[in-house]
């Protein structure tokens, strides 16, 4: 021990290194999204190739063309404001990683504690993924920003009515920014309300759903009006998909145009045809997507010991995010959208991950709080 460490209080150590840790947290951070802007800068866009456009040509919020509104909306404001359509949405998606890390920290460090809050911002700050796809402008970023305060708010422990107006608030901000964020949104408020059984908690449940549909109703009407169908970019998408499945990139296939309902898509091969392809996904992103986009293999050993934690303590919270997560994604998993590697591009998988991140703070938390009993034991034996 050093003559500083031995002048230190334990207390003053543990502050030091807590905050040491914060900084580095905020280090990687800024690294990435520095390293980011530099190599990906050029990058050719994917799923917001078409944003710009849709800014440019609408006229008022919910005009948003065949994308969902916020990131359009947020594109349009920079652009009258005279930046550069590109650089614009690059910089925005970095911009709302920033507030994910941020959010991540503060949430987190309320949840599960100070340790568990700064590893999982470091893990996800020092995530190369998550830097390449907001340069991509990735939608699936401002939506788990907006489903993480929306699962904080909703399932806060005494939360009233300004809670779940903030919930409603950033429920329909989610949706908003993408509309399948609506099913990882009632799964958590369904996990939220059955894990609790609060007969008090069902006012301030239905406030925060209904306000989240009010928001995201206009959006519908809007789609109604202008394509006779409420669903039509999405449902659009799944016809995409469903070809894709089909027919593979072959030229001269017979690819259909019409739009695709959610049921319909998910039951296009029968029941068993959907059920196989439920569980072929699970497994796939399981043993392939999700360790890939984590990047860091690692962290599957403090993600076991995390979701131990979660179970035994009842700290359900994370498991339930990572069910909803990845809700969604199951029936598009087994498609090769991707045909070097098969599968779909990982941006799908980046809720799953952020939940992933979040179990491996709170395993290398408890792993830490074990590591800290056993040494104080043996200090006393001696």
């Not at 040491?20 to 951070?29: E, F, K, P, R, S």
């Not at 908003?176 to 006012?203: F, I, N, P, Q, V």
């Not at 009006?225 to 072959?250: C, I, M, P, T």
Request: proline share 5%; charged share 15%; aromatic share 14%.
């Amino acid at each position: 021990m050093t003559g500083l460490q031995q002048k230190l209080p334990p207390h003053v150590r543990q502050r030091l290194l807590y905050w040491a840790t914060v900084v580095l947290a905020a280090a990687a951070l800024a690294a990435n999204i520095t390293a980011s802007w530099k190599v990906y800068r050029q990058e050719p866009l994917r799923e917001a190739a078409s944003r710009s456009l849709f800014a440019a040509n609408s006229s008022f919020f919910y005009d948003s063309g065949l994308a969902e509104p916020l990131p359009v909306f947020t594109l349009k404001l920079a652009m009258a404001a005279g930046a550069p359509p590109d650089a614009a949405l690059r910089a925005q998606g970095l911009a709302v990683l920033a507030l994910l890390g941020l959010v991540t920290f503060l949430v987190l460090r309320r949840r599960f504690g100070e340790t568990a809050a700064v590893m999982a911002a470091l893990f996800l700050g020092a995530n190369p993924y998550f830097g390449f796809y907001a340069m991509q402008g990735g939608s699936h970023l401002y939506s788990l920003l907006f489903l993480l305060l929306f699962w904080h708010y909703f399932d806060l422990p005494g939360g009233g009515r300004r809670e779940a107006l903030l919930a409603g608030l950033a429920g329909g901000l989610a949706c908003l920014s993408r509309l399948d964020a609506g099913w990882a949104l009632l799964l958590l408020a369904a996990c939220s309300l059955a894990a609790r059984r609060e007969k008090t908690r069902l006012l301030p449940a239905a406030l925060a759903l209904g306000l989240a549909l009010l928001l995201t109703l206009p959006y519908l009407a809007w789609q109604k009006a202008k394509y006779s169908n409420a669903f039509y970019a999405q449902e659009l998408s799944l016809r995409r998909w469903a070809n894709v499945d089909s027919y593979g990139y072959a030229p001269g296939a017979p690819y259909q145009a019409a739009p695709l309902g959610p049921a319909a898509f998910v039951f296009r091969n029968g029941a068993s045809g959907a059920l196989q392809s439920f569980f072929s996904g699970l497994g796939r992103a399981f043993s392939y997507e999700l360790p890939r986009t984590v990047y860091y293999k690692f962290l599957f050993v403090l993600v076991f010991v995390g979701g131990y934690a979660a179970f035994t303590l009842k700290r359900d919270w994370l498991l339930f995010f990572l069910a909803a997560a990845l809700l969604p994604v199951l029936p598009l998993a087994t498609i090769k959208q991707v045909p070097a590697a098969g599968g779909i591009e990982l941006r799908y998988y980046l809720w799953a991950a952020w939940a992933l991140f979040a179990l491996a703070g709170l395993g290398f938390q408890e792993l830490l709080a074990l590591l800290e009993r056993r040494l104080q034991k043996a200090a006393v034996k001696k």
